[in-house]
């Protein structure tokens, strides 16, 4: 009885129309070996509100996320802040990409030949800024870079 009541008195501070922030759906894609900008090893990511296709163009709005490594062979979780060692872009349906001006990927599960899992979160030039969750099915291997 006492919980209760308690409970009740702490629901009663709660400001009228204040509630919790929803909760936003996970966001699905593909990943697989890729080519850093100087034909090192990479991996990339495609990820996208609507359902991808394994190595599929995203039709509508999408997320291209790089990791400029090899697939790491280490202990996960993995966070990887973006800049030099990688980049996230939000791309329209046309293909046009804005890059992010700050991006965080922590990657919680990473699978060569199944796939990837983990959170985001990214700000835009204009300020605006984004986070979530992801899994992401393995799409394959590339040709080897360089």
Same mark, same amino acid.
């Given at each position: 009885?006492?919980?209760?009541?308690?409970?009740?008195?702490?629901?009663?501070?709660?400001?009228?129309?204040?509630?919790?922030?929803?909760?936003?759906?996970?966001?699905?894609?593909?990943?697989?070996?890729?080519?850093?900008?100087?034909? $090192?090893?990479?991996?990339?990511?495609?990820? &996208?509100?609507?359902? +991808?296709?394994?190595? !599929?163009?995203? @039709? =509508?709005? *999408?997320?291209?996320?790089?990791?400029?490594?090899?697939?790491?062979?280490?202990?996960?979780?993995?966070?990887?802040?973006?800049?030099?060692?990688?980049?996230?872009?939000?791309?329209?349906?046309? $293909?046009?990409?804005?890059?992010?001006?700050? &991006?965080?990927?922590? +990657?919680?599960?990473? !699978?060569?030949? @199944? =796939?990837? *899992?983990?959170?985001?979160e990214y700000t835009l030039k204009n300020g605006k800024t984004e986070r979530g969750t992801f899994e992401a099915v393995w799409c394959g291997d590339t040709?080897?870079?360089?």
């Amino acid at each position: 009885m006492r919980n209760a009541v308690l409970v009740v008195v702490l629901a009663s501070l709660i400001p009228a129309g204040v509630h919790a922030a929803p909760k936003k759906a996970t966001i699905k894609g593909y990943i697989g070996k890729s080519c850093a900008p100087w034909d $090192g090893p990479a991996f990339h990511m495609v990820l &996208a509100k609507e359902a +991808l296709k394994p190595c !599929e163009a995203a @039709k =509508g709005k *999408s997320l291209s996320v790089s990791f400029y490594q090899a697939m790491p062979a280490v202990k996960l979780p993995i966070e990887m802040d973006f800049g030099r060692t990688g980049a996230l872009s939000l791309c329209d349906a046309k $293909g046009a990409c804005q890059a992010a001006q700050k &991006a965080t990927v922590t +990657l919680d599960r990473l !699978e060569r030949g @199944k =796939g990837a *899992s983990g959170t985001y979160e990214y700000t835009l030039k204009n300020g605006k800024t984004e986070r979530g969750t992801f899994e992401a099915v393995w799409c394959g291997d590339t040709p080897k870079c360089g």
